[in-house]
Structures are given as C-alpha cells and as structure tokens.
C-alpha cells in the first residue's frame, strides 16, 4: 500500500470524471483528496487526485489511456524526493529561507548544489553541507557563460531550478532545456515592473502596494506562466531601498512557497498560465 | 435543457465520485463544475455539482438515493431566486450595501422587506421600493419583541435573514426556528471580542489588526458557523470609532460575500464549521 | 474657537518644524494632530497639522509666509463640505458606494449632481435625490462631448469630480482644467494592466491577484498620481467575469477610501506622486 | 558628526512640539525624520526623531529635561548593536529567520546565544557559530528551571530577549527581570485562541483566517503589548496541521518585523500597548 498522485490533463469531454473514477474504484483505489478543473473557454479538463492502494503504474496508467483522449497526459508518481538545483547571486534571504526550510525536512527535495556567478554565499550554503559552485560570468560572453552552467546542470538530474534571486538574465536557448522546470522569483508584482530595478521603479511610480511574482521561466524573462503572488502595503516614506528592505520578506515567502507547490505536483501549465490544487 | 445544483453530503464511503459520477454519466447530464472534499477525520462527504441537462429531479434524487449511505442529504436546485428578509438597526453600510446589491441585480434574491427596532433607515429602504417594518423593542420583554419579529417573519416564505448590523441579541428560541438560515455579521474577527462593543475592546487590547466575520447564528451569539472573514490593519492613531469607521468597509464586503455564497448554494454546515465551494 | 487645517509645502530647510510650531504657539494654537514628511531626495517638505483655536486665518498665513521659503503652498482650512461632482458609465457599485456613504452623512461633501453618458443610472441616483444629468457621447466628436460635460461642469463651484466607473477617456485639454482634481477608480493594481479591459488583460495573464488603483487624473489616463490601492486573490477557476465581479468590491472601497483622503485635506502631490497624512 | 534617536515620552502638554523643536534648532541638530503621536484620552505625548549633528548627549538631555514635565521620559541614542538572546524548543522557522537576518548584516543586533530546553536545534544554530545553550527542564520544576536560564542570562548585558516559539510558560517572577524587553510570538492572532495549541483551536473553530501575533511578555503569557500581527486564508480542507505549517510563514515573518521594530527604538509601551514609529 502507499499513496499516489495521479495527474491529469486532457482535452475535455463529457464522462471524464466517471471513466477515471471507475478504474480507481475498480482497482480498489481509495481517494485521499481529489481536484478537478475544466477550463470551458479552452476545452481542457485537468484533475490531480491522490490514492492509497496498490498499484502497478504501468498498468493503471495504461488503463486511464484506453479511457482518456489520445492527447491526454498521465502522470502516475509516489510522493519522492525532488532534484533542486538553486541559482543565487549575492542576495541570502530568498536562499536562506530555502536552505533553513530544507534543513528543517519541509521540503519534498534534494538540494543537489547551489550555483551563482559571485562567491558571495559560498560561507551561508557550506553552512548546510551542500555544495557551492562559483561559474564567474567575468569576461564571459553570456553564451559562454550559460554554457559552463549547463555544464555544471548535466552532472544532475534536475527536476527543479529555483533562481533565488539569480540576478542575470537567461536567454531562451538556456531556458527550453528546462521547460517548466525553471521557478523564478520576480521583485515585483508581475506585469508591474517588469525588468531591472522594480523597486526603484515602484518608487518612481509612487505606487502604495508592492508585490512579488513566483513564475516558471519559459522564453522571455518576466512573462512566464505565474505561480504565487502576494504583496505588502507601502507608503511615501518608503525609499526604494525601504521598499527594497520590505520586499524581500515577501519575496522569500512567494518563492518558497512555489517551490512547494511545485514539489507537491499541484501545478498544471498551459497557455503560459497555471493551474493549482 | 437547464442548469441544476446537486449538493450532497453523507458519511464517507470508498466509490461515492465514481457512483455519482456515473448516475450524471447515465443521465447524459454535462458536468459544468464539480468540487468534493472529504473530511477525513469525520468521515464526511461533500460534493456540490452543477450539471447542464434535462432532468426529472425526483427521479434523479432516487437515483442518488440508491447509491448513497441511506442517512445522505441530496439537494438538487435550480438556482432560483431566494427569498430574503434583512434585519438592521441605525447603521446604514452593510444594509446600503445589499440595497445597491441587489438593485444592480447582483443577488440571486428578492428582498422581500427590512425590519428593524427603530425607523432610522426607513427614508433609505423605501428609496429602493423595499417594505420597511418597524418593530420597536421600547416597553417590551425580549421574548415579547421576538414574537413580534416572529409574526412579520411568518407572513413569508424566508429563506435567509440577514442581520445587517442588527444590534440586539437573538434568543435560542428564536434562532431554532431558521437554523442554518440567519446570517450575522460580527465586528470582529472572531472569536476574539465576543460580545458587545468589539471595536471597542480591540482598541483596549491594541491590536493592530481588525476584522469582521459573517456567520450563521445558531443557539450562542457569535459562536455560529464562521462563513466569511476579513480584515484591515489599524495602528495606535486609531481611536476605537476611527477603527468603527474602517471596520464598516470590512463588515459590508464579508456579509455581502457571505450572503452570496448561501444564495449560490455554496456552504454546508456541520460540526459548526462551514465548508465552502 | 475652531479646529483648522494647516496644510504646508515647500522646499525644505533646517528650523521648520521649530519656526512652525513657534508661531502655532505664540498663536496659542492647540495642535490636534500632527503629520510631517520630508523628501530627502527631492529636498520637498510637508506638513497637515490640526489646530483648535481662534484664528485669523489671513493674519495666520502671513505669518507662516514670512518664516517659510518663498515658494511654500500654504493652505488654512476650516473641515467645509466640499463640492463633488460624480461622473459614470452604467455600473453601479462605486457610484452607489458613494451615494450610500452619502446618505448615512460619512462624507464631508455635498454631491452637486452626476453626470453619465447614458441614463442607466438616472433611477439609481435620483432615489437620493441627486440631479442626474445625461451628455450622451452619441454622434459627438469626443472634444465635442467634452466641451458639454464642461458646460454643465461650469455650473458648479467644482472642488472635486469623481470617476466612479466612467468609461471614456478624458483628453488632456479636458482634465488640465481639474488638475488634481479628478480622482479616477481605474480596475487594475496599476501600473499593470494599463488601458481597457484590465480584468480581461489580468485574465490572459493568469494573475493570482488583482487589484484596483484610485489616482487623480493629469494628462495621460492610468498615469496620474496614486491614491490608493488594494487587492484581492483570484485562481485558475476565475473567468475574466468572475475577477471583474470579485474586483468590484475592491474598486468601490478604494475609489472611496481615495475620496475621504481627498475630502480631508490628507493628500499633497509632487512629482506625479501622492504624500498621505 | 552622528545620527541620533531622541526618545520622549510624556504627558502632554501644550508647546511640546515647539519647545523641543527650538531646543533642536539651537543645537544645530538636523532633522532627518520625526514622527510623534498625542493620545489625547490618556493625555500623553509620542515623539521619536532622528536627528543628525554634533551632540553631547549628557547637555541635550539636560536641556529636555528642563523645558519637558517632570516624569517625562528622555531617550537619546546612537544606533548601536543591541545584546539579544534567542529561545527556542524544537521548531527552525522563526529562528532560523533571525539567523539568516542576522547572517545577512539586516538586524541591528548581536545575538549573543541561544537558548533551549531541548537540544534539537544546536545543530542549526553552531552552523552560524552562535552559543547554543541547553537548559532542559527535565525533573525540575519551573522554578528552578526558570532560575537556570536566569543564571545564564546574568552572563550577558542583555536587550532583548526573543521567543523563538519557546514552548514553555514563563512566569511573572520571570519576566519581570526583563520589563518590555521579552518578545514573544504566539501562533494565533491574539486575543483569540489564547494558550495552548492555537491552531488546534483555529481548526475547531472553523476559522478562514488565522494569524500570529508579537508581542512583549509582560506577566500573563498572551496578554502583553502587541508589537505586529498579520495573518493568511485558510478553508475547510486545511487539517490543523496545515494550518500550522502555513502559519509558520506568517509567525516567522511577524517576529522578526517586531525585532526590528524593537532594535530600531521605533516601539513605546504604555497601558499595555504599543506605539509604533
């Protein structure tokens, strides 16, 4: 016996939610918790549910085949230890709040390695035992410079890259290695700001609110599907390092709380958007 | 063709989703939106499904029926419009509120009158063509001034009472008679400040958050199911009528949204807790 | 005896507070309450600051003149009920919003009329025995449909318009004539989602929040000066209807919210931005 | 040439503002911020300003003292490090929080050891070369254990003292050694669910908002002046074990928000509450 995820999506079609019912209860599969989405506009039909029993995974998932639409996607999958990789560069607060969770064991993941293109926060990872790898974007071109990382990344498995305040962009050619792989951590409240210094221009704006976006990176920088957002109030006293200062508490807490997301397998992509149990 | 609510809750039992789904599934019923949760600590089942289809309700329930532990509760409801009766006292923001609401077409209501222990607000519900019934307490004991609520309430049909800032409190032997059926909206975030004056007890107690929760009045004052919840930061420039004064844009948006949600057949009750699709 | 509003800005310089608050004292002022900011960057100072009193508000602003910089904005005020002018499209909520809070005397102005380019409104509005004027846009040239609404505008003593949910851009010739003195409700967490349609851009997007933004109105839409904001969660099950429903609870609360700041002298602006006391 | 804090508190009285603002301005001193606060029901006067120039402390003090009411209190300080010890039990968020903080250089603080009556986190904590001290409580009673951790607290010049969830009661003879200098945390959003299991509480209760409150520990346990509060959704398919997981999110961030505060000099105490600049 032990507890599976089963993650569906599909295109949508009347009877979806009997058919896969009736193998679970035909297999005599017992429901922990079940979500189910359709999206009408679109026709797609998404559905994450757990299960305790005894399964064959092949098998099963090759029953829900027989049922479902031929385009549909099956993932069948025990709750395991997820590969992460994070990306930093001088910033410890969204890194550290990783790390103290890891250490912690909240988090259903392996941190194989940190990489950042300073040494900055080479003495806060080696804290935890888990290894720090410097690649110096210095006097590299960024192709150059991507290339040695990729390098560095072909040595795991990767499930999950998590850019912890990784202050470099990435161009599209690195990012289509990990499609809905990459997390990253955008410091502001996306569309809001999108590119360099958000705080400073939030501060131009004199908006009243500020925000943080957790979001796959997927092509273009800042314009991936969002994950988890949240925000905190400002006002004109706030400098933008002020706001810089307070963000951070924000941005730490909607990171790692994608990452979880992420490693919980409740997330769906499609159309450059999410879907979440 | 039509669109029917099907609620259902019942003891927990391996199969329900696939047995219900499988009657819709027969029915040629289109499942528009679907949401279960199980509480597995009580081994309780909820599901409220609304389905596209021609259906002979009666037939459908018996169906339901069959499958279903015998003690189940099955609802099927075409969304009509309920009946509502709102209670208030002086104050005239959470009533406005669902006057404008309800005006607007917003509420899948018809607010058959207002009553009220003073005529305060009488100027502002007739503006709206709404009956508005003083029942003045003045000279009378409270169970004397309850029949009397009782007698106006009895020559309606009333699916919910809505105590918009209705100052008095009600006994248990008048809520008994709509149980599940008053919704009250607390100025506090309970269950802190239970009881009279809570803006003014948290401005003792200097708490620098305030709220408001709508819940269904059942026996205890305040200690109903909890339904809705919200809140907004206050600091120590507040006096307590400036903290009342804040509170009220919390206190109308949480009935209101609460006020939905029963008329949307939204909340189950158990356990005086809600649960809430 | 009285309670005045002493509104100061200027460029800022050593010994301000101290040559202010020695002329309130000499005045034998009692000071209320108390705000001051000062801009660092910007060099810019500002103060609100109650007094209770017997005032000669000429001789008193004659006084602050000869102790503050040259060019210091310097405003005594007595709490007067201003003159509002509200201005919509066909929604409701924020209009009745206004006219609720209104009619329950929580506002410190007098709405003089309101002004749409339909006449949905016309039975709302009139039930608080409000003037409703329509200037409909039909077959008119946009300066022309503006110089109508200015005509009727020219009517009243103006100190504020409200835009509570009016759906047509204002051209530049037309709002130069109000300077920071319409207050719009624009339906998105500004500066996201600038333009029309925020909630079907928010949509697209696939937001996890949304929000509203109150500014007054300078020259280009969705650019003045903020007011205030606030948010609200959304998720993956939300059409762009349901967040445009779910938004407009936050929109008629913060258009509001900004209204009050307004009608209570609490707002300065300075490069295209608000300080708030 | 240094920045100061000048502290006041003090009855009220008429001139204040002026007579300490003229005392700065003949000293020279530079305002770079000031925030002060009259609560007008209790008769007392707030003022925090941070003043830059030439001071001796000693002379300007003396020149306060002369021109404020005699119980008035004077404060003035250089930003320096203040002295903190950490408690804690079994649980690494909110301390692992204030460890990566002060990893990072944020907090204005050096924190001296921590404390425990378990040594579950030693291991955390010596990663950051931080004294970890068990205290265990084991076959003692609270009186003598309580006289332990006294016997290590004499080893330090102390500030503060922060909970870090320390899971254990303090008493009044305790706390009374650290008057205001004892910050706590409690997982719930006080006064509701005060005591034991909070989020136990929460979850019977039914609640869709829980909360986590700092606050100084002034003799009874949850009743002391409350410094920062916050709080999240939660619904019915949250276990009261994912209350407090999501909960830890809210407590970490809230506590070290009130260390700040408190090693900022931003917090007065009075009638057990709190003002916050």
């Given at each position: 016996?032990?507890?599976?995820?089963?993650?569906?999506?599909s295109e949508d079609e009347k009877g979806l939610v009997?058919?896969?019912?009736?193998?679970?209860?035909?297999?005599?599969?017992?429901?922990?918790?079940?979500?189910?989405f359709v999206d009408k506009v679109n026709n797609k039909?998404?559905?994450?549910?757990?299960?305790?029993?005894?399964?064959?995974?092949?098998?099963?998932?090759?029953?829900?085949?027989?049922?479902?639409?031929?385009?549909?996607?099956?993932?069948?999958?025990?709750?395991?230890?997820k590969n992460v990789i994070l990306m930093a560069t001088k910033e410890s607060h969204a890194l550290g709040d990783i790390l103290i969770r890891h250490f912690d064991g909240e988090l259903e993941a392996d941190i194989k390695c940190v990489i950042s293109n300073y040494d900055t926060l080479k003495p806060?990872?080696?804290?935890?035992?888990?290894?720090?790898?410097?690649?110096?974007?210095?006097?590299?071109?960024?192709?150059?410079?991507?290339?040695?990382?990729?390098?560095?990344?072909?040595?795991?498995?990767?499930?999950?890259?998590?850019?912890?305040?990784?202050?470099?962009?990435?161009?599209?050619d690195f990012v289509k290695n990990y499609e809905n792989k990459i997390i990253n951590i955008h410091h502001s409240f996306l569309p809001a700001f999108i590119g360099?210094?958000?705080?400073?221009q939030a501060y131009e704006r004199g908006v009243k609110i500020i925000g943080a976006?957790?979001?796959f990176v997927n092509d273009n920088l800042d314009e991936g599907p969002i994950i988890a957002q949240d925000i905190t109030e400002v006002n004109h006293a706030y400098s933008w390092r002020d706001m810089q200062q307070i963000g951070r508490d924000v941005e730490k807490v909607v990171l790692s709380k994608a990452l979880k997301l992420a490693?919980?397998?409740?997330?769906?992509?499609?159309?450059?958007?999410?879907?979440?149990?």
């Open positions: 016996m032990a507890r599976y995820r089963v993650l569906i999506d009997y058919k896969i019912s009736k193998i679970f209860f035909e297999q005599n599969l017992n429901i922990i918790s079940n979500n189910e039909f998404f559905m994450r549910t757990e299960v305790d029993g005894d399964i064959n995974s092949d098998a099963l998932k090759e029953k829900l085949q027989q049922i479902l639409p031929s385009n549909a996607n099956i993932n069948i999958k025990l709750p395991n230890r806060l990872v080696e804290k935890f035992g888990i290894p720090f790898i410097t690649v110096s974007h210095e006097g590299l071109s960024r192709e150059e410079h991507e290339k040695r990382i990729l390098d560095v990344l072909k040595g795991y498995d990767v499930d999950y890259i998590v850019l912890a305040k990784y202050m470099r962009i990435l161009t599209s360099a210094n958000p705080y400073k976006t957790a979001h490693l919980e397998d409740r997330i769906f992509v499609y159309n450059n958007k999410t879907v979440i149990f």
